[in-house]
């Protein structure tokens, strides 16, 4: 019966090049026309159609990470780049709608984030060995969308870029009291900290990233500059000139929104500027894939802008800058990819076979879901304040223009 539906499922879904199935029963039948890419994979597992009918990304990551699943010269990026691509153009068939129904009514539960879930989520994915990360990062350890202001950035490049263009939104000055919500391991608080003379508190609830950041601040020369709190967003105090929160908001969670912006509010000076730098999706509002709340990132959500705004407009604030980053991530995430490919033998030594197969499959799905799936990332800028910003963009690129018109002199 099930090898039956997964058919149906599958004969809906590809319209676009051909995917080849091998079947537990050792049969195998052939999707798509056959008018671009080409992919084979096999299922070894009795169990597997069942699993992949009622959840496909749970089925098929599942069954890759535990090898029940065979995909023809390990292709992955070629696989998930049909399947997106046709999931993308076709949407679900009338028998998995109430499926997906179901999973938007439990999205609720899924998202809600008080403090103690909020830490353990943060845990799972951040508190991981800190060599891992030094193995696909850049050397400043960013671990949020580049942006690439010329086609031919190195990733070092972009991650530098990423930080000056929000530096530069953020309109930072000498002496101010600035906020980093979701400091990371502290490369945006110590680059203000160096390059802007801003003082800075960094909250996060991940151990890890907590003493490594203050560490680098100390090595830096800075920690009278820049520190770096073991703290939820939602208990700090005080008053402060600018807030920055890159690459956090996706683990807020739908029902805190209110208490998210809210701090914000609270916590700002009524001439201040936030800055929210977050993965969001270019439609409406939706799920998270049930595979990577799992494995990934327990609690997350990228939301859809009206998702956001709707909350920024309840607590008063004014939105000054919208910008929307298309395919930076996808270009982010490829090298983060390549780099991760090129050292996963000692991937394997930190941890073993199933972390690799998982964390690969995660990168490469990211990454096709920004390419192929209309994910985007999101940077809000507001205020309390309507005139607390510049009256047009001209301030974000005059130091370029001025540049260029130095050397059109020359």
């Known amino acids: 019966m099930w090898s039956k539906t997964l058919d149906h499922l599958l004969t809906h879904l590809f319209r676009q090049g051909r995917l080849r199935v091998t079947f537990p029963d050792g049969t195998t039948r052939s999707y798509g026309p056959g008018n671009g890419r080409e992919c084979a994979v096999v299922l070894h597992h009795p169990a597997l159609p ?13 069954g890759y990470m535990d090898g029940t699943i065979t995909i023809e010269d390990d292709d992955v990026y070629g696989f998930l780049s049909l399947a997106i691509q046709n999931i993308a153009a076709q949407g679900q068939p009338w028998f998995r709608r109430p499926l997906e129904a179901l999973r938007r009514l439990k999205r609720r539960f899924d998202q809600s984030n008080p403090v103690a879930r909020s830490r353990a989520n943060v845990a799972h994915h951040y508190d991981l060995s800190g060599e891992l990360y030094d193995l696909f990062l850049d050397e400043d350890r960013n671990y949020s969308c580049a942006y690439f202001a010329r086609p031919d950035m190195t990733l070092e490049e972009a991650q530098a870029a990423k930080k000056q263009h929000i530096a530069r939104k953020l309109l930072i000055e000498p002496g101010m009291r600035v906020l980093d919500i979701g400091c990371g391991w502290g490369s945006m608080g110590i680059t203000l900290a160096r390059n802007f003379g801003a003082e800075v508190v960094g909250v996060t609830l991940s151990r890890e990233q907590h ?9 830096a020369g800075l920690s009278d500059k820049v520190r770096f709190e073991l703290m939820d967003y939602r208990d700090v105090q005080g008053e402060f000139d600018r807030i920055v929160s890159i690459g956090m908001f996706e683990h807020v969670g739908v029902p805190q929104y209110d208490a998210f912006f809210s701090s914000v509010t609270r916590l700002l000076k009524p001439e201040g500027i936030a800055l929210i730098h977050t993965i969001g999706r270019a439609g409406p509002p939706g799920t998270t894939s049930p595979w990577i709340l799992k ?7 990228c939301p859809a802008m ?3 705004m709707a909350a920024v407009e309840r607590q008063g604030l004014v939105t000054t800058d919208v910008e929307v980053w298309r395919l930076h991530y996808a270009e982010t995430l490829k090298e983060w990819r390549k780099r991760f490919e090129a050292n996963i033998d000692r991937v394997r030594a930190l941890y ?11 990168l490469i799905a990211s990454e096709l879901t920004f390419r192929l799936n209309n994910q985007v990332v999101f940077q809000f800028q507001m205020t309390p304040k309507q005139d607390a910003v510049p009256l047009t963009r001209d301030y974000l690129y005059r130091e370029e223009a001025d540049s260029e018109g130095r050397g059109a002199a020359a």
């Not at 003493?211 to 090595?219: F, G, L, P, S, Y």
């Not at 494995?295 to 959500?301: D, N, V």
């Open 50 to 62: 069942r699993r992949i009918v009622l959840s496909p990304d749970m089925g098929v990551g599942e």
């Open 211 to 219: 003493e490594m950041a203050n560490a680098r601040a100390a090595k």
């Open 295 to 301: 494995y990934i990132f327990p609690g997350g959500y």
């Open 306 to 308: 009206s998702e956001a």
């Open 352 to 362: 073993d076979e199933r972390f690799c197969r998982m964390w690969r499959y995660y």
